[in-house]
């Protein structure tokens, strides 16, 4: 891993065994964007490109850079605007996460921020506790869902083995039960 400067911006370099380069932007550049890509990005680099670098070295370098951006840059960003007194920041703030909050793919890249929308809930300002309201009930409805998938995942299967034969009536009837509670 070094630093190497490419047309003004300073990129964070990690070499894998078989020669190739992952470069990834410096934390001093990440400081210059809007307060909720920070953490968009490590997300990102998280759930859909680190396991395609291949070498276990380099991704363990490039978790650990990920927890430094998110603990040095992300977060530290991210609560000095929404305990700051400019609404209309907070606001600008929550109203990009409300957009992203809403799409699916989205969701799981800005799910750090959940645990610093409490103290906004009772807000003064209407539309800042309308906003974190809103991005609460994204939260859980996309925690519902994937509930719910996990669980038709399991009917699924329970379905399968009882018109197979190997599991009971009653075995059925009682995962088929808990199925429709968790559906209603």
Not at 38 to 52: A, C, G, M, Y
Request: glycine share 4%.
């Amino acid at each position: 891993m070094d630093l190497k400067k490419k047309k003004g911006v300073i990129m964070r370099i990690f070499h894998k065994k078989d020669g190739g380069v992952i470069q990834l932007i410096e934390k001093k550049k990440i400081m210059e964007w809007p307060i909720e890509l920070p953490l968009i990005f490590v997300e990102f680099i998280r759930n859909s490109k680190l396991d395609t670098y291949g070498d276990p070295k380099v991704k363990k370098e490039i978790e650990q850079y990920l927890e430094e951006i998110t603990k040095d840059v992300a977060i530290p960003r991210f609560i000095d605007v929404l305990e700051g007194e400019n609404y209309e920041e907070i606001i600008l703030a929550l109203t990009r996460i409300e957009e992203l909050s809403k799409k699916k793919s989205k969701i799981d890249m800005i799910k750090p921020i959940e645990k610093y929308l409490d103290n906004l809930f009772t807000s003064n300002n209407k539309e800042i506790s309308r906003l974190a309201n809103n991005i609460s009930k994204s939260f859980a409805s996309a925690e519902r869902k994937k509930k719910l998938e996990k669980k038709r995942k399991i009917m699924k299967e329970k379905e399968e083995k009882f018109l197979a034969g190997n599991i009971s009536a009653e075995d059925y009837a009682k995962a088929r039960k808990e199925y429709l509670v968790l559906k209603d």
